[in-house]
């Protein structure tokens, strides 16, 4: 049944779907509440990622049908032109700052900043969009079951062992991160590919990474929780932070 549904209409529909549960969860007269703190901040990364998985398959499927056409216009291929990933890369960042920065106390705002940003950064995830849709079905159930067993496994840590979980991690995550974009650049530089070595084994410590990054930014999530103060819980603040890991520990583990 669900292979016959347009795959655009049904993450659409999910989109309305979690958009009515988190406003039936997350506020309360018209103000963000503190109640179900934890739920609501996963429900926000849900909401992010089917947000993310429909504008790339609107995009791929446009670029699809532009190419296909006889006309062969050029301009689906314009937004990925390696000058245009630069500006929007820079306009990314500019939405994501003032994503940011925008106080709780201004749902309808941060709420369209976080749609602006989404939407902005739906093109930089096109590329393992594209790859997912040329997975087989046994590779694609290998890598999703993967994924979420390593988020749920983080998660977890983070509920059961909240103690082992440091405030100084950031730190060394961060350098470890930086280490990390150094190393990234610096492969591609030498012009190694995907499918090398070295570009397997960083995807590998990448994907440790980040999954340090889930169990740390999920107790920040925690102890948010317990300071929250009434009309000025900050979901997007906190599920941005998880959407972020997420993303670059699929991306990742869909390289090696």
Known sequence: MINNI????????????????ILASAFKNGKPTCNRFIFNTY?????????????????????????????????????????????????????????????????????????????????????????IQNKNPQALAQLITTFISIVVAASSAAVLFPNVIKTWWIFALMIALVGLIIARIIFAVAGYDKTTPQ???????????????????????????????????????????LFLDFVNLFSNLDDL
């Not at 209409?9 to 999910?14: Q, T, V």
């Not at 994503?99 to 900043?113: G, Y």
């Not at 994907?207 to 929780?225: C, H, N, P, Q």
């Not at 000025?232 to 603040?237: C, E, T």
């Open 6 to 21: 347009d795959k655009k209409i049904l993450f659409s529909g999910l989109i309305v779907a979690i958009a009515f549960v």
């Open 43 to 131: 429900a926000y990364v849900t909401f992010m990622i089917v947000w993310i998985a429909a504008a790339n398959l609107y995009l791929l499927d446009y670029i699809k049908t532009q190419q296909k056409s006889p006309n062969k216009n050029q301009s689906a291929l314009v937004v990925i032109s390696p000058l245009n990933l630069i500006l929007l890369f820079i306009f990314s960042l500019f939405l994501l700052l003032q994503l940011v920065k925008t106080p709780s106390t201004e749902p309808v705002r941060k709420h369209i900043l976080l749609v602006l940003w989404l939407t902005v950064f739906s093109v930089f995830t096109a590329d393992t969009a594209h790859s």
């Open 199 to 241: 570009q397997q084994t960083l995807s590998l410590v990448a994907s440790v990474i980040f999954s340090l990054f889930i169990a740390y930014d999920t107790k920040t999530a925690i102890i948010a929780s317990k300071i929250c103060k009434e009309g000025n819980a900050d979901y997007i603040r906190y599920s941005t932070d």
